[in-house]
Nanobody, 115 residues
């Protein structure tokens, strides 16, 4: 069973940056597409960034140009670099397979953008 552990969240001012990490156990990581999802209070979980096993990326319009997803298959880790953060980016961020989540969800990492 693959386990996902997200980290790197925190409190940041508008315009600031954070880098999230997601470490996955299991040898199948390198052959699956991965994504970063987020869930704000009272809202449904949404996919904001995705990366194929070959490194092709896709982004939700709301984060395009500000977020960058990357992966290190040797470390079974996927990253999300978030720049120019806005208050509306406040949410719990999760990683999972993309475009549909296959693994059990991790605990997520809280990102709060506030002055």
């Amino acid at each position: 069973q693959v386990q996902l552990v997200e980290s790197g969240g925190g409190l940041v001012q508008p315009g600031g940056s954070l880098r999230l990490s997601c470490a996955a156990s299991g040898s199948a990581f390198s052959i699956v597409a991965m994504g970063w999802y987020r869930q704000a209070p009272g809202k449904q979980r949404e996919l904001v960034a995705a990366i194929t096993r070959g490194g092709n990326t896709n982004y939700a319009d709301s984060v395009k140009g500000r977020f960058t997803i990357s992966r290190d298959n040797a470390k079974n880790t996927v990253y999300l670099q978030m720049n120019s953060l806005k208050p509306e980016d406040t949410a719990v961020y999760y990683c999972n397979t993309s475009p549909m989540s296959v693994y059990s969800w991790g605990q997520g990492t809280q990102v709060t953008v506030s002055s």
